[in-house]
């Protein structure tokens, strides 16, 4: 008699889950340098089809996967929402009807008396004395529009416009290096054969559009990035060394 299934392994046909790298002590076998794995400096989402406990791991660094909590499915938030508007129509037709008209009828008539005019001008008198005189109205002052265009040149105005991105050309003008918010990027304006530092000589042709994001720049070398084409390829590159 074989024995049953433990309920901690996931059922036969697996399931697919979602999971981000936390992985910070990634060791690059290209350049030996320790950093962050490529899939947790991009901080993308990871669906794996788990079949075993430990099939839930990063496909590049191995690393295991930390879950990422996702909201319940749409027929569920379905379902609440018509389940809510069935109660709320119970609860109308529950409610009494006659309790509101029998509410208004206990209301006590309006009162009227009779108007003196001798009192009614005296009062209109009164009010007349009791203005105050007219007053000169004041200037608002400018508007910090205002202010910041006659304050132009003069450091008078509080606005301050956000920097601009810094850009460069690079690779002998096939691309242009652009630098905005702390992230560096790469985008190629022509073709160009990107050598991969293999020790095979491998290659990676580029060409218009395409652009390698969350690039590694130092001291005008590129050392990897994430490279995605204009046809929404992407694929991580370390372990270059190409002078820009």
């Known amino acids: 008699m074989s024995a049953a299934p433990s309920r901690r392994r996931p059922a036969a046909k697996g399931n697919i889950k979602v999971g981000i790298c936390e992985n910070h002590q990634y060791l690059n076998p290209d350049t030996g340098e320790t950093g962050d794995c490529p899939k ?4 993308e ?3 794996v089809n788990v079949q075993r406990l430990s099939d839930f791991r990063c496909p590049v660094c191995g690393g295991k996967l930390t879950p990422v909590k996702q909201g319940p499915p749409l027929k569920w938030i379905g ?3 018509a389940a809510a508007a069935v109660v709320a129509l119970v609860v109308a037709l529950a409610l009494p009807k006659g309790d509101h008209k029998a509410d208004e009828g206990t ?8 108007i003196d005019s001798d009192s009614l001008l005296a009062a209109q008198q009164t009010d007349d004395s009791l203005q105050s005189p ?7 002052p400018a508007t910090d529009g205002a202010r910041v265009k006659e ?3 003069k450091g008078g105005g509080n606005v301050t416009p956000p920097p601009a991105p810094r850009s460069q050309s690079v690779l002998g003008g096939a691309a242009t290096l652009v630098k905005e918010n702390g992230y560096t990027t790469i985008r190629f304006n022509r073709s160009y054969t990107l050598d991969l530092g293999k020790t095979d000589g491998s290659t990676l042709n580029v060409g218009p559009g395409d ?5 590694n720049v130092r001291n005008g070398i590129l050392y990897g990035g994430q490279y995605k084409s204009q046809a929404g390829q992407e ?3 370390s372990g270059l060394k190409v002078r820009l």
Do not use: N, R
Not at 40 to 43: F, L, R, T, V, Y
Not at 107 to 114: G, L, S, W, Y
Not at 134 to 140: A, G, L, S
Not at 211 to 215: D, G, L, P, R, V
């Open 40 to 43: 947790c400096a991009s901080g």
């Open 107 to 114: 209301e006590p008539p309006a009162v009227t008396q009779p």
């Open 79 to 81: 379902i609440g929402v």
């Open 134 to 140: 007219p007053t000169t109205p004041v200037e608002e």
């Open 211 to 215: 652009e390698i994001y969350m690039a």
């Open 151 to 153: 304050g132009s040149g």
């Open 45 to 47: 989402h990871l669906k």
């Open 235 to 237: 694929k991580a590159l």
